[in-house]
């Protein structure tokens, strides 16, 4: 889709999200709320317990997710709060 992130090279991207899931392993995921604003855009809160360095860190996003020729992809994302 069109967010930053899309602006990078899929490979380059691909190493990116690799080593960040490296460095902060997902424990769990809780989806808190989700809206519906178009028949291919949806925003999703959820939380996120991860761990860094042996310890947890809790975020809360908001994320965009839009539909591409029936495939869901995440588009962009508003960190709401972290708690380290």
């Known amino acids: 889709p069109g967010s930053e992130q899309t602006k990078i090279p899929p490979k380059k991207w691909v190493r990116e999200l690799r080593s960040y899931c490296d460095e902060y392993p997902v424990v769990s995921l809780e989806v808190l709320q989700t809206q519906i604003v178009g028949p291919h855009t949806t925003f999703i809160i959820f939380r996120a317990h991860t761990l860094h360095e042996g310890q947890l860190v809790v975020f809360t996003e908001r994320a965009k997710f ?5 495939r869901w992809y995440y588009d962009s994302g508003k960190l709401i709060n972290v708690e380290a």
């Open 66 to 70: 839009v539909e591409q020729r029936g």
